[in-house]
């Protein structure tokens, strides 16, 4: 879809509206599609990188901006931006019917790869293809979130999952070199995490050697700690 403003003729293309009603009244927002779910998660910060325009809109594909009082009317300021955020957190997507299909589809695939990529069989610990997971998740009728990040329905699907089939998360091994007082306080800290600590040597340094643990652990490690 594109637009023309009627003030300044600047064309948008690749829009996605979002759209919230207020005082009685619609206001829409003009963004870049597949931004908006970013936003909402976390995964994107700039807004400029979301927002087409900071402008409001009482109609988008018409280009016929929102007017002063009923900025202040609905929203108790006008300052664009400030709106912006509060359509964009709170508004509804506007997407066609193949669109959102589409959209689901993908995430309902995107959901079954990280399980897939991040979990094992406990018995084999072999991976399971992404196919089965697509599957699994079929039989357990799992309805995709769409304003929810695709790694957070992956945790929800796991929980889910263990209820019907053999399958944990995959750990990995961990190094860490740390001096003495240090090391110990943080491997007390570390110890909710940890699932098994295969060696340890304390000499000048503290050493904890292959370290097993869950995947979702790697976050918070820089990656030279990661074997």
Excluded at 35 to 47: A, I, N, P, Q, Y
Excluded at 81 to 107: A, P
Aim: hydrophobic fraction near 40%; charge should be positive.
């Amino acid at each position: 879809m594109s637009i023309f403003t009627p003030t300044n003729q600047i064309r948008l293309t690749n829009v996605a509206v979002v759209r919230m009603k207020r005082a009685g009244k619609r206001f829409e927002i003009a963004c870049y599609k597949n931004k908006v779910v970013g936003w909402r998660s976390g995964v994107e910060k700039d807004l400029d990188e979301v927002l087409q325009t900071h402008s409001v809109f009482v109609n988008v594909s018409k280009g016929q901006v929102a007017k002063k009082e009923d900025l202040l009317s609905a929203f108790g300021t006008d300052d664009q931006t400030e709106i912006c955020k509060q359509i964009l957190t709170k508004g509804e997507v506007q997407v066609s019917d193949k669109e959102r299909h589409t959209q689901l589809e993908q995430m309902f695939r995107d959901i079954a790869t990280i399980v897939a990529d991040k979990c094992v069989n406990p018995e084999t610990k072999r991976p399971y293809t992404v196919i089965l997971i697509e599957r699994a998740m079929k039989d357990i009728h799992y309805s995709v979130k769409p304003n929810k990040s695709t790694k957070q329905q992956a945790l929800e699907v796991i929980k889910q999952l263990k209820e019907k089939m053999q399958i944990e998360r995959a750990h990995m091994r961990l190094r860490f070199i740390l001096p003495v007082n240090e090391g110990k306080k943080l491997k007390e800290k570390l110890k909710p995490l940890i699932k098994v600590i295969e060696s340890e040597d304390y000499s000048q340094q503290l050493e904890i050697v292959r370290l097993k643990c869950s995947f979702f652990f790697a976050s918070v490690l820089p990656k030279q700690f990661i074997l």
